[in-house]
C-alpha cells in the first residue's frame, strides 16, 4: 500500500507587521473588540510589489530544504490561492519557473480560499494513491490586503498575508490516513468578492456576513473532525496536535472542545498572523515544526472552512 507523507515544511512571513493599534486609526475599532472577537494581535502584510507568488517561493524554497529533496525531483507543484499573481498563467507555473525546476512537472493552482491548502492536500494525496506523482510540492498563499476594503471595519481587521509549503512523497506508511472534502454553493453570498473576470460587478473586495459564517463554520468543523476519523484506526484520543485554519479563535475553540482536545494541544498563530486563507494552516505548521513542537511520529488533524462554502478536514501521521 502506498501513502502519502509529509516529509518537509516551510514559510514565510512579509516583514511589515501591523497590530491592532494601526487599525484603531484606520477604522472605527479597539484592540479589545479585536482580540475578545477573534483572538487576533497583529497581522503581515506584504509590500506592494511583493505577489502571492514571491511569497510563496520562500516558503517552498524552505520547505524542499527541510525536505532535503532535489527541486527537480518534484513532480507536481499544486499551489492553493485565492489571491493569483496573474489570472493565467497559474500561480504554480510562475513557481515553476521561479524555482528553476526544469523538468516539465504537473503544475496548477486550487481555488478553494480559506479550505485551499485542505483541497490542496487531499488531491495530492489522490496523486500519490494513484501513482501519478511521486513528490509533491504544495503551497498555500495569500495577498488578502490587497482585496480588503480597509474601510470596512467587519472585515478589515481580520485578513493578513503569508504563505507556507509542505513537500509530500510516496512512503509504505501512514503519512495520510484520511481527507473529507465537501462544499455548498448555496452560502455562496455569505463570504465572498463579489466581482470577477467574467461577472464585473461593483465591488473588488471581501464582503462578509459574520454572524452567518461564524455560525456555519462552527458547526460544520465540528461535523468534519469526526467524519475523517470515521473508517481509520485512529480516535479523538489520538490526536496530538490540531493544526486548524486560522480564522478566529472562538472558531478553533469549539472545534478543540468538540474533539475533547485541551487548547495545549491546539497550534494558535491567528494572535499572530490574523486569517491568511489557504497559507493559514501550512504557516502554523512550520512554526510548530520548527519550535519543536510538532514531532515526527504524531498524529495531526488539519480543519479548514472557507467561502463558497468549502470545507474539510485531513488526518495524518507527521
Ligand atoms: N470593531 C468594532 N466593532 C465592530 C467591528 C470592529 N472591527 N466589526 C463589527 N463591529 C460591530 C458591528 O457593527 C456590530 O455593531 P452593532 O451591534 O451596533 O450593529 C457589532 O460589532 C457586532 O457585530 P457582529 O458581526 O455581530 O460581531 P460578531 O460577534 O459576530 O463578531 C466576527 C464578528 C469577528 C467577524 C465574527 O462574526 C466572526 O469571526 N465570523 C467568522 C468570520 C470568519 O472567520 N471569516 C472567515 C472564515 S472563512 C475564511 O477564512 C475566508
Not at 479550505?115 to 495530492?124: D, K, M, N, Q
Request: hydrophobic share 40%; aromatic share 6%; with cysteine.
Amino acid at each position: 500500500m502506498v501513502y502519502a507523507g509529509i516529509i518537509g515544511t516551510g514559510s514565510y512571513l512579509p516583514e511589515r507587521i501591523m497590530p491592532n493599534s494601526e487599525l484603531e486609526k484606520m477604522v472605527e475599532t479597539s484592540d479589545e473588540w479585536i482580540q475578545s472577537r477573534t483572538g487576533i494581535k497583529q497581522r503581515h502584510i506584504a509590500r506592494d510589489d511583493e505577489s502571492t507568488c514571491d511569497m510563496g517561493l520562500q516558503a517552498a524554497l524552505k520547505a524542499i530544504d527541510a525536505s532535503g529533496m532535489d527541486k527537480n525531483d518534484i513532480d507536481l507543484i499544486i499551489f492553493a490561492t485565492t489571491t493569483p499573481d496573474q489570472t493565467f498563467p497559474s500561480t504554480a507555473c510562475l513557481l515553476q519557473r521561479e524555482l528553476g525546476i526544469t523538468n516539465n512537472c504537473i503544475a496548477f493552482d486550487v481555488q478553494a480560499v480559506c479550505a485551499g491548502f485542505v483541497y490542496a492536500i487531499s488531491i495530492a494525496n489522490n496523486f500519490i494513491k494513484t501513482g501519478m506523482a511521486k513528490s509533491i510540492l504544495v503551497v498555500g498563499g495569500e495577498s488578502l490586503s490587497k482585496i480588503v476594503d480597509w474601510t470596512d471595519r467587519s472585515t478589515c481587521v481580520l485578513f493578513g498575508d503569508g504563505a507556507g509549503a509542505v513537500v509530500i512523497t510516496a512512503q509504505d506508511n501512514p503519512g495520510i490516513y484520511n481527507s473529507v472534502l465537501h462544499a455548498n454553493g448555496s452560502h455562496a453570498n455569505l463570504l465572498e468578492v463579489p466581482s470577477g473576470i467574467s461577472r464585473p460587478g461593483n465591488s473588488p473586495f471581501i464582503k462578509m456576513s459574520g454572524s452567518d459564517v461564524f455560525k456555519f463554520a462552527v458547526t460544520s468543523m465540528e461535523a468534519v473532525v469526526d467524519e475523517v476519523l470515521t473508517g481509520t484506526e485512529l480516535n479523538q484520543s489520538d490526536i496530538d496536535w490540531l493544526v486548524p485554519h486560522q480564522a478566529n479563535k472562538r472558531i478553533i475553540t469549539a472545534t478543540a472542545k468538540k474533539l475533547s482536545l485541551p487548547l495545549e494541544k491546539v497550534i494558535m498563530t491567528v494572535q499572530d498572523h490574523g486569517n491568511t486563507s489557504a497559507a493559514s494552516i501550512p504557516l502554523a505548521l512550520d512554526v510548530a515544526v520548527r519550535d519543536g513542537r510538532i514531532q515526527r511520529g504524531q498524529i495531526l488533524m488539519f480543519e479548514a472552512i472557507g467561502g463558497g462554502f468549502a470545507w474539510g478536514a485531513v488526518i495524518l501521521r507527521y
